[in-house]
């Protein structure tokens, strides 16, 4: 009883005798394809210096997910609450950087960090790493019925406004190269670039769950997992594709 007596002052007084920090189910929808649950990213900041990527949650392939390209035109998605991605990069920063530099050479080319999609014919008033998230979301506001692929990694306005939400940018926040890449990093995650770390999928799964977030990038068969919608084809060929994941991820 005594033991009894204290739980419940505990409790009375606001103690828990237990905690509870459950993920939340991210989501990402794209042409012709009914929304598909994500990757469930943790609430936890990012880990500090020496914390290994592939301790980040991932959830498995990323199945559902959708190209960078193809996305509705119209309103974007209800906003995400805001929370910090796990992905930790200290430890692995060199092989995220190469991929990341691999999904770059398939999707944005010349121009990196700067690149608008070809097909937009009203292009932002100055270069994309200079503006605001929110002087980028007015700009695709006021140029509707247009591609709006926008940066290094291609991100349509669902995408960008989804993932920002996840790594807490608001729209003040400057679409700077250190911000792109952290965006790219939930993609990333959410492609399974963990569950690919532990061992839990193999190479050729995880390639395959990248071309299905970034159309530039190609499947076995060597087309775009988007090929024929909105223009999409794949920029590389799968056995470049390979070669290149081989000497990022030997072994």
Same mark, same amino acid.
């Given at each position: 009883?005594?033991?009894?007596?204290?739980?419940?002052?505990?409790?009375?007084?606001?103690?828990?005798?237990?905690?509870?920090?459950?993920?939340?189910?991210?989501?990402?929808?794209?042409?012709?394809?009914?929304?598909?649950?994500?990757?469930?990213?943790?609430?936890?900041?990012?880990?500090?210096?020496?914390?290994?990527?592939?301790?980040?949650?991932?959830?498995?392939?990323?199945?559902?997910?959708?190209?960078?390209?193809?996305?509705?035109?119209?309103?974007? @998605? #209800? *906003?995400?609450? &805001?929370? $910090?991605? +796990?992905?930790? !990069?200290?430890?692995?920063?060199?092989?995220? %950087?190469?991929? =990341?530099?691999?999904?770059?050479?398939?999707?944005?080319?010349?121009?990196?960090?700067?690149?608008?999609?070809?097909?937009?014919?009203?292009?932002?008033?100055?270069?994309?790493?200079?503006?605001?998230?929110?002087?980028?979301?007015?700009?695709?506001?006021?140029?509707?019925?247009?591609?709006?692929?926008?940066?290094?990694?291609?991100?349509?306005?669902?995408?960008?406004?989804?993932?920002?939400?996840?790594?807490?940018?608001?729209?003040?926040?400057? @679409? #700077? *190269?250190?911000? &792109?890449? $952290?965006? +790219?990093?939930? !993609?990333?995650?959410?492609?399974?670039?963990? %569950?690919?770390? =532990?061992?839990?999928?193999?190479?050729?799964?995880?390639?395959?769950?990248?071309?299905?977030?970034?159309?530039?990038?190609?499947?076995?068969?060597?087309?775009?997992?988007?090929?024929?919608?909105?223009?999409?084809?794949?920029?590389?060929?799968?056995?470049?594709?390979?070669?290149?994941?081989?000497?990022?991820?030997?072994?």
């Amino acid at each position: 009883m005594g033991s009894l007596r204290l739980a419940l002052v505990w409790l009375l007084l606001g103690g828990a005798p237990w905690a509870w920090a459950g993920p939340v189910s991210v989501f990402q929808a794209s042409l012709g394809e009914a929304r598909a649950p994500l990757v469930a990213l943790g609430g936890a900041p990012a880990a500090g210096a020496g914390a290994s990527l592939w301790t980040a949650p991932a959830g498995g392939g990323g199945a559902g997910s959708a190209s960078l390209f193809v996305g509705r035109q119209g309103g974007l @998605f #209800a *906003p995400v609450p &805001q929370r $910090r991605s +796990a992905v930790a !990069l200290p430890g692995t920063g060199s092989q995220v %950087a190469r991929l =990341r530099q691999l999904i770059a050479r398939a999707e944005a080319g010349r121009h990196g960090y700067d690149a608008v999609q070809h097909g937009a014919a009203v292009r932002p008033g100055r270069p994309p790493t200079e503006m605001t998230l929110g002087e980028i979301h007015a700009w695709i506001e006021a140029t509707p019925g247009q591609p709006h692929a926008i940066g290094r990694y291609q991100f349509i306005p669902a995408t960008l406004k989804r993932v920002s939400a996840v790594v807490g940018a608001g729209p003040d926040a400057v @679409f #700077a *190269p250190e911000l &792109q890449d $952290r965006l +790219a990093d939930v !993609l990333l995650a959410e492609a399974g670039l963990g %569950a690919f770390g =532990r061992g839990e999928i193999g190479r050729h799964a995880f390639m395959h769950n990248l071309a299905k977030i970034w159309a530039g990038l190609p499947t076995s068969t060597g087309l775009s997992y988007y090929h024929g919608h909105a223009g999409n084809r794949a920029t590389m060929t799968w056995a470049a594709f390979d070669a290149e994941m081989g000497r990022i991820f030997p072994g």
